[in-house]
């Protein structure tokens, strides 16, 4: 059904059934049923009508991939949670990317339906190329000029109501067009490197028992699914069916063993994500000359005082590990020894001391290495630190860290001793100037004071320095307090401020 405006007044009237209430006259070519009160048709020969359809005029704009900033160039889509049809609300979650460095939620920034998606699930996009088209309503471009002279001979009432038909289905149709569009494509949680491995060994995701929270599909799901995977048998012609022996008195010749075929081919797998970060910053590292020093550090004190908060970080549903410990005291140490905590410029001729003690800590998930940041660290108690930590452990491990979670760092710990091995050699994270590598504890047996053989937790631990700014005495005197500060935890109460 249309609607007529008068004039470009925004007052309008239905074309059908409309009676002026002053001539009785209806609109020239209309149907006269259903009379209704109108203003007077005879006057608006001389003047422009309007017409427009039953919905507001429909404008198409795309919606181009945001720049995340930290020099990000492209991003991975990692899952689609729209398709073409789907009417969408401002805010609502379009689909989920992740750049070199973190894992972003785009959300439209419209109100309307989805177009076109320029995107399959695991596509490389370009900052600035246009990830989705939506059709949006224009309310001011949804009137058009149209002309009110007589009808030419041979108009109808059935004319006019057949062609008025015929225009609205074609104006209201678009939506059910719309809506008859393709379903959506079932979505399976995964990594872009995930994904790229069942592309390799052309895995379908859907097939595959997730074993990562929230249904999220793992690399060793896709490795133990490769392994239960019947394997192809090999073709008949290619292997030669033997002749029958000759009947001899002679014994056989022993033949040599077939050689074994291997199934399987070399392929080339691109690098990206996080691994491409890591790519970048290595080979900046590379280029420092560092200075190592390591120690060990006796953790019997600590295990007892860990044991001691365990129930009361229970109560505030926090798991209490280590870690909160030798972040807090490196943060303490660091009040001692603010060099430390500071970065050169690009060619290390001015250092910036960093107010905040922003400690990252290195974990291996399932995209690969990433450093989350514990913010003012200085300003924050061991269970603050072990709550956030935790916080930070689950986006890990979901591949959820953004890039509010990963940026920042002032000074860097590696956990290395989770998964296994004593000494390290960790690598700088620049602009960074030190970072330590903690290795596994262990059970050891030690001198007491008074020689005497005792069972002793012992932990190492391994610092890199960037020597160009840092001398050797600076991270030995540093790592002697950090360590002080753990063998005997009461310390750390007297140097609270």
């Not at 409309?18 to 149907?31: E, F």
């Not at 990594?191 to 249904?215: E, F, I, M, N």
């Not at 392994?227 to 048998?233: A, L, N």
Request: hydrophobic share 40%; with cysteine; net charge neutral.
């Amino acid at each position: 059904m249309s609607i007529l405006s008068i004039g470009g007044r925004s007052s309008s009237l239905l074309l059908r059934g409309l009676r002026c209430v002053s001539c009785s006259s209806a609109p020239r070519s209309l149907s006269a049923k259903a009379p209704r009160a109108a203003v007077c048709w005879r006057p608006l020969r001389s003047r422009a009508l309007h017409t427009s359809s039953c919905l507001a005029a429909k404008i198409t704009i795309p919606f181009h991939m945001p720049d995340p900033g930290e020099g990000i160039l492209e991003v991975v889509v990692n899952e689609s949670h729209v398709k073409p049809g789907d009417r969408i609300k401002e805010m609502d979650l379009l689909c989920v990317v992740q750049s070199d460095k973190a894992v972003v939620d785009m959300t439209s920034p419209h109100t309307g339906v989805i177009k076109k998606l320029h995107y399959e699930v695991g596509d490389t996009v370009l900052v600035g190329a246009v990830l989705i088209e939506f059709e949006i309503e224009d309310d001011s471009a949804n009137e058009q000029p149209v002309n009110d002279a007589e009808p030419g001979p041979g108009v109808t009432d059935e004319n006019v109501s057949s062609s008025r038909a015929a225009d609205s289905s074609a104006d209201c149709g678009s939506s059910q067009e719309a809506g008859a569009s393709s379903k959506l494509r079932d979505i399976i949680p995964a990594s872009p490197a995930v994904r790229h491995l069942a592309r390799q060994y052309r895995v379908d995701l859907k097939d595959v028992s997730a074993t990562g929270k929230h249904g999220r599909v793992l690399k060793e799901d896709i490795v133990r699914f490769i392994g239960e995977e019947p394997q192809e048998t090999t073709s008949s012609s290619h292997v030669p069916t033997p002749a029958p022996a000759a009947t001899s008195a002679a014994p056989a010749a022993s033949s040599p063993s077939p050689a074994v075929v291997v199934p399987g081919e070399d392929r080339v797998v691109a690098i990206t994500g996080m691994q491409k970060t890591m790519v970048k910053t290595m080979t900046a590292a590379n280029a420092i000359p560092t200075f190592g020093y390591c120690d060990e550090i006796n953790m019997n004190a600590l295990v007892v005082t860990r044991k001691q908060l365990k129930r009361m970080a229970s109560e505030r549903d926090i798991k209490l590990s280590f870690m909160p410990f030798f972040i807090k005291a490196a943060s303490m140490a660091l009040n001692e020894y603010p060099v430390l905590n500071s970065s050169p410029n690009a060619d290390c001729s001015q250092l910036t001391y960093k107010a905040m003690h922003n400690i990252g800590v290195a974990m291996d998930t399932p995209a690969g290495l990433a450093v989350p940041v514990v913010k003012a660290v200085q300003t924050k108690s061991v269970l603050d630190i072990a709550g956030e930590l935790q916080y930070l452990m689950k986006r890990g491990a979901d591949g959820k860290l953004g890039m509010q979670d990963l940026s920042g760092g002032t000074f860097s710990l590696s956990n290395i001793g989770a998964i296994g091995g004593t000494y390290a050699r960790p690598v700088l994270l620049p602009p960074q100037v030190l970072i330590g590598a903690l290795g596994r504890t262990q059970v050891l047996p030690r001198f007491d004071e008074d020689d005497e053989v005792i069972k002793a937790h012992i932990m190492n631990v391994s610092w890199s320095a960037d020597h160009r700014v840092i001398d050797g005495a600076t991270v030995a005197r540093f790592s002697n307090l950090w360590k002080q500060y753990l063998e005997q935890p009461v310390t750390l109460l007297a140097s609270l401020r």
